[in-house]
């Protein structure tokens, strides 16, 4: 065998996009990016972050990925998946070149976001609300009780655990309510955060209507699977139609999600008639493919 040539450092560079040669300069989010002291946020997250293990992810990637999700009002993973696509996102995390692949694991906001905190407490210690109690120590233990009830079928218990989350949740909604009364900046902060909190304290197991089944990602919906291994999923239901029939491969024609849980038949129609606009061309024929997230595929011919 031949010996393999090193590659020399950089030269790879030569064949890539530069980010500030395919976008325009002037738009909001690279204004943004060149006004944010980004020096300065590093050096208030440093405490955060230890020096042994395994190199952390940059700052500038992590916050700027939070930054851009509460812009937009993205879910995580719909965060990332536009991230891959969107020139403007990746520059205002810092990257210099266009990327095709996300260069960091998807779970690392989630590590993040637990690191730097977001819920009701640490939020109002953010603007200095004097909370009655914060009730962190023994809502952690309680959660964590009731993920092991639950997963052992002891639901008198886990029951037990649950009403007193719920009771706690309650008593800190109060709480911050009162003390935010009034004030206009700090209402306008924690309307999100609070009704939210409200809407998981008081929705029930088997209600009617919307539920909230994640807080950093509301859209998320309850799928019914059917299956005794997995009854239940959470997500969102999303069409994808591609044409079977291609010389180059396999081509996505169009993708589209279905919020409010629709019947799969239900969703063919409209995605039929926006491909056709897409393409310009009518489809004859159609085969539908029902995995675990109703993928649609469709023929050419």
């Known amino acids: 065998m031949r010996p393999l040539k090193k590659k020399p450092i950089g030269s790879g560079d030569l064949s890539r996009s530069r980010l500030d040669q395919i976008i325009d300069m002037r738009h909001e989010l690279v ?9 300065w946020i590093d050096e208030q997250l440093a ?10 992810v940059p700052t500038r990637f992590m916050v700027g990925l939070l930054f851009l999700k509460h812009i937009h009002r993205l879910s995580e993973e719909r965060m990332c998946e536009r991230w891959v696509h969107d020139p403007y996102f990746q520059y205002f ?8 692949d996300l260069p960091h694991e998807r779970s690392g906001m989630s590590h993040w976001r637990k690191r730097i905190g977001e819920r009701l407490g640490r939020l109002a210690r953010e603007y200095g609300v004097p909370l009655r109690q914060s009730y962190a120590r023994v809502a952690k233990q309680a959660a964590m009780m009731a993920g092991r009830y639950a997963h052992a079928k002891q639901f008198k218990r886990y029951n037990r655990k649950l009403k007193f989350l719920r009771t706690r949740l309650g008593r800190l909604v109060r709480d911050i309510g009162r003390k935010t009364e009034g004030d206009a900046a700090l209402e306008a902060a924690f309307a ?18 919307w539920k909230l089944y994640s807080w950093h990602a509301p859209e998320t919906e309850c799928i019914g ?28 024609l169009h993708a589209k999600a279905f919020h409010g849980n629709p019947y799969d038949g239900h969703t063919l129609e409209t995605v039929i008639a ?3 606009a897409l393409t310009g061309r009518e489809i004859e024929r159609v085969y539908v493919v029902d995995r675990e997230e109703s993928r649609l595929g469709w023929d050419w011919v």
């Open 31 to 39: 204004q943004l990016a060149d006004e944010i002291d980004w020096a």
């Open 47 to 56: 405490d955060l972050h230890h020096d042994d293990g395994r190199p952390a």
């Open 93 to 100: 995390t810092g990257e210099a070149f266009f990327r095709h």
């Open 192 to 209: 999100i955060p609070l009704s939210r909190a409200s809407q998981i304290r008081s929705q029930k197991q088997r209600q009617r209507g």
């Open 225 to 252: 699977k059917g299956k005794v291994h997995k009854p239940y999923e959470f997500g969102c239901k999303v069409s994808i139609t591609t044409n079977r029939r291609c010389k180059g491969g396999q081509f996505v």
């Open 274 to 276: 926006e491909t056709q």
